[in-house]
């Protein structure tokens, strides 16, 4: 079992940059994938970016080119960079672990507005 912990949410401007991290409770060396996923109000939870333990990533066309996931093995963090947010990035991001099973935290909320 590993829990996961959150943070770095809040309240930007449109255009602005956050960075979101997530904390293991243990090493996260041996899980085959991680990232975030994302729910807006009133939409089905989606997937934003994930890396694999061999450093492949993937994104959302939606966040594509602005969005950077990345690992920290040492750390036990798996870390979003947002940069030139939108409104529509407003939502609740969840990070995850993979190994078979999915691992979630708890959630921390982005609200993008002016």
């Known amino acids: 079992q590993v829990q996961l912990v959150e943070s770095g949410g809040g309240l930007v401007q449109p255009g602005g940059s956050l960075r979101l991290s997530c904390a293991a409770s243990k090493s996260i060396f041996s899980f085959n994938g991680m990232g975030w996923y994302r729910q807006a109000p009133g939409k089905e939870r989606e997937a934003v970016a994930s890396?694999?333990?061999?450093?492949?990533?993937n994104y959302a066309d939606s966040v594509k080119g602005r969005f950077t996931v990345s690992r920290d093995n040492a750390k036990n963090t798996v870390n979003l960079q947002m940069n030139s947010l939108k409104p529509e990035d407003t939502a609740v991001y969840y990070c995850y672990l993979f190994d078979g099973r999915f691992y979630w935290g708890q959630g921390t909320q982005v609200t993008v507005s002016s």
């Open positions: 890396i694999t333990t061999g450093g492949s990533r």
